[in-house]
Structure formats: structure tokens, C-alpha cells
T-cell receptor, first 113, second 110 residues
Framework: DGGITQSPKYLFRKEGQNVTLSCEQNLNHDAMYWYRQDPGQGLRLIYYSQIVNDFQKGDIAEGYSVSREKKESFPLTVTSAQKNPTAFYLC????????????FGEGSRLTVL | DAKTTQPTSMDCAEGRAANLPCNHSTISGNEYVYWYRQIHSQGPQYIIHGLKNNETNEMASLIITEDRKSSTLILPHATLRDTAVYYCIVFFTYDYKLSFGAGTTVTVRA
């Protein structure tokens, strides 16, 4: 089945540690996205990538880094510079063209202790 | 930045139609209106999208005003399982920066 897989689903880390969240898609989509969601809040865009080896900052990129070495993969690193990393992280992908629907993964919940 | 305005919350009685408004007064001619919903702690789910004509699918109907500055998502017979946060976003298919607003929290009551 085609879709987006995020892992891990739950992650606990100590303060000051870098954490990498995985996002893999087999939909052959060009564009991929990372969003952050805090309790009771909407989705905020962290980074997005239109094509392999290219990515842009979203609205809240500080303290995060990404890479896009393969079309199907867009990992997100939450660095120690991110002041409040505890959140729900969502990855999405879409193709261009007329039917530019976004497909989301099931999310990764990061808790920093 | 998000280009849409939605009410923060609304209630609906089970079995009744739920009408969710969205203002997108700065929409340009080639931008589509998309609706998604998010049930607690899950990834958002696509509902429907449209450009200027009204659209209907098995989940909902989308009514876009003639000037395209606002739209309404209609859930024809709301059920308890429709309780979710509903997001309205607008984007051009080749516009890759997609920002969401806070959405509307819809609570369907028995």
C-alpha cells in the first residue's frame, strides 16, 4: 500500500540531545513537508522540500534541520537549539499538478524530559 | 502564513448538517480551496477541494462563493465520528509552501 510512514511514533529524549524523526513515502511525490503541532493548536510549517537536494525554511525552522538526499525520504532533526521541542510532529507529501492533495503520516510524538 | 480565517469552534447536533465557513479574501485566481480534518492525535485527512465550482463527494460538499472570497464546507448528516478539527487552506498547485491556520474545532453532540 502506498503511503507515508513516520517513525518512531513515540520518542522520549533528555534535554540537550539531538533527535531525528524519520519520514518515508512510497507515493513518488516530489514535495515533502514537516509540521509541528502543540496541544490545542493548529499545524505550523517547519521545513518543506520541493525536490531532491533542495529544501526551504517554513514558518518555524529555528532549532530544526532537514535533508532530502532521496525522493522518498525527508528526515527531520530536532536539535538542542530548539527551546521547546516537546510536540507532535507530522510529515506530509504531495505531487504537483492539478491534484495537489496533501497526504499525511500518522505523526511522531516527541517528549523531552 | 495562512491565508484563511475560520471560526475557532462550533457545535452541531448529530444527524443535522454542519456548515463550516472559511474566509479567503486574498485568494488569487489560480488558487484552490482545500479542506482537511484532523481527529485527535492523528494525521489530517483530506476531505474535498475546489477551484470555483461547487464540489461534492461521499464525505462532504464544498460551496465556493462567486467572488471566491469565502467558502463553506457542508457535512450533510453529522455523526459523532465527525468530531474533529477542520482546516481550510488555499494554495496554487505549484505553490509549495503550505501553511495551515488554527482550524475550526467541530463538536458533534448526540
Amino acid at each position: 500500500d502506498g503511503g507515508i510512514t513516520q517513525s518512531p511514533k513515540y520518542l522520549f529524549r533528555k534535554e540537550g540531545q539531538n533527535v531525528t524523526l524519520s519520514c518515508e513515502q512510497n507515493l513518488n511525490h516530489d514535495a515533502m513537508y514537516w509540521y509541528r503541532q502543540d496541544p490545542g493548536q493548529g499545524l505550523r510549517l517547519i521545513y518543506y522540500s520541493q525536490i531532491v537536494n533542495d529544501f526551504q525554511k517554513g514558518d518555524i525552522a529555528e532549532g530544526y534541520s532537514v535533508s532530502r538526499e532521496k525522493k522518498e525520504s525527508f528526515p527531520l532533526t530536532v536539535t538542542s537549539a530548539q527551546k521547546n521541542p516537546t510536540a507532535f510532529y507530522l510529515c506530509a507529501s504531495r505531487t504537483g499538478g492539478y491534484n495537489g492533495e496533501l497526504f499525511f503520516g500518522e505523526g511522531s510524538r516527541l517528549t523531552v524530559l | 502564513d495562512a491565508k484563511t480565517t475560520q471560526p475557532t469552534s462550533m457545535d452541531c447536533a448529530e444527524g443535522r448538517a454542519a456548515n463550516l465557513p472559511c474566509n479567503h479574501s486574498t485568494i488569487s485566481g489560480n488558487e484552490y480551496v482545500y479542506w482537511y480534518r484532523q481527529i485527535h492525535s492523528q494525521g489530517p485527512q483530506y476531505i474535498i477541494h475546489g477551484l470555483k465550482n461547487n464540489e461534492t463527494n461521499e464525505m462532504a460538499s464544498l460551496i465556493i462563493t462567486e467572488d471566491r472570497k469565502s467558502s463553506t464546507l457542508i457535512l450533510p448528516h453529522a455523526t459523532l465520528r465527525d468530531t474533529a478539527v477542520y482546516y481550510c487552506i488555499v494554495f496554487f498547485t505549484y505553490d509549495y509552501k503550505l501553511s495551515f491556520g488554527a482550524g475550526t474545532t467541530v463538536t458533534v453532540r448526540a
